[in-house]
């Protein structure tokens, strides 16, 4: 009887409990509501602004395709303008030209004096071989003339000189057609042959410059293939002058394969 009375008591407090607390909460939420701000309120005929609708998402800007950068193409001015600055060139190039004078006009020369003008035609790339023979020649003719006059000396190294020159040799290129065995016309070859360091490969890119001047068809090969980067630096010639370079594909390559 006694654990019934407990049981009944326990019972009345949660219920009591429960109301308390479900009186609490309206009495919190009215609280709330009383004191929330009222909307606006417009005046008749006006209408609430519209929201603005959200923006639509842009597509992404499609990425500019870089620009193909094309080589200049350099074309040589004309035949009259090329003479006029190879004039001009030669005529800042008298180094040679005035060491030797300045040793000739010392009138009686010496051995050493002899020897200062071979050193000077030496370290002017005038070649061993060039250089013994004009020496000889000058030394001969100086002492069959019987001459110490450095007028006469320097007539004679200027004799010499030419006669090495050879004006009068045809240095033109063969650059016209031929006709082989069989009759049919063949494209002009021209063959740069040189020791390392003589500026071939700089040569034949001033050539080829010079016959597209001309309105000719150029075609370089690239045939050194032991020299690091020769073919790169042919390369970058064609490029230039606007022809085909034809290279092998790996360094070190027979150069009759290309």
């Given at each position: 009887?006694?654990?019934?009375?407990?049981?009944?008591?326990?019972?009345?407090?949660?219920?009591?409990?429960?109301?308390?607390?479900?009186?609490?909460?309206?009495?919190?939420?009215?609280?709330?509501?009383?004191?929330?701000?009222?909307?606006?309120?417009?005046?008749?005929?006006?209408?609430?602004?519209?929201?603005?609708?959200?923006?639509?998402?842009?597509?992404?800007?499609?990425?500019?395709?870089?620009?193909?950068?094309?080589?200049?193409?350099?074309?040589?001015?004309?035949?009259?303008?090329?003479?006029?600055?190879?004039?001009?060139?030669?005529?800042?190039?008298?180094?040679?030209?005035?060491?030797?004078?300045?040793?000739?006009?010392?009138?009686?020369?010496?051995?050493?004096?002899?020897?200062?003008?071979?050193?000077?035609?030496?370290?002017?790339?005038?070649?061993?071989?060039?250089t013994s023979q004009?020496?000889?020649?000058?030394?001969?003719?100086?002492?069959?003339?019987?001459?110490?006059?450095?007028?006469?000396?320097?007539?004679?190294?200027?004799?010499?000189?030419?006669?090495?020159?050879?004006?009068?040799?045809?240095?033109s290129l063969a650059?016209?057609?031929?006709?082989?065995?069989?009759?049919?016309?063949?494209?002009?070859?021209?063959?740069?042959?040189?020791?390392?360091?003589?500026?071939?490969?700089?040569?034949?890119?001033?050539?080829?410059?010079?016959?597209?001047?001309?309105?000719?068809?150029?075609?370089?090969?690239?045939?050194?293939?032991?020299?690091?980067?020769?073919?790169?630096?042919?390369?970058?010639?064609?490029?230039?002058?606007?022809?085909?370079?034809v290279r092998s594909?790996?360094?070190?390559?027979?150069?009759?394969?290309?």
């Open positions: 009887m006694e654990t019934q009375n407990i049981v009944l008591i326990v019972i009345a407090a949660l219920l009591l409990i429960g109301v308390v607390a479900l009186f609490v909460v309206k009495n919190r939420r009215r609280e709330e509501l009383e004191a929330a701000p009222e909307p606006p309120t417009l005046p008749v005929g006006e209408e609430s602004p519209a929201e603005p609708a959200p923006e639509a998402p842009q597509a992404p800007e499609a990425e500019e395709a870089p620009e193909l950068t094309v080589p200049a193409i350099e074309l040589p001015e004309s035949v009259p303008s090329r003479m006029q600055r190879l004039r001009a060139r030669l005529a800042r190039s008298g180094g040679l030209g005035q060491s030797i004078l300045s040793i000739v006009s010392r009138g009686d020369l010496s051995p050493e004096d002899w020897e200062e003008i071979e050193d000077t035609l030496l370290m002017a790339d005038v070649g061993l071989d060039p004009i020496m000889d020649a000058l030394k001969t003719q100086t002492k069959v003339e019987g001459t110490r006059d450095a007028e006469r000396v320097r007539e004679i190294l200027r004799e010499q000189l030419l006669g090495l020159v050879d004006p009068s040799m045809d240095r650059t016209d057609r031929v006709a082989d065995e069989e009759g049919k016309s063949q494209p002009a070859a021209i063959l740069m042959v040189g020791v390392n360091g003589t500026g071939k490969t700089t040569t034949v890119g001033k050539l080829a410059r010079l016959l597209v001047a001309e309105e000719k068809t150029v075609i370089l090969g690239a045939a050194d293939t032991f020299r690091a980067a020769a073919a790169d630096q042919l390369a970058t010639w064609g490029e230039r002058v606007g022809v085909e370079v594909d790996r360094e070190g390559a027979d150069p009759a394969s290309v």
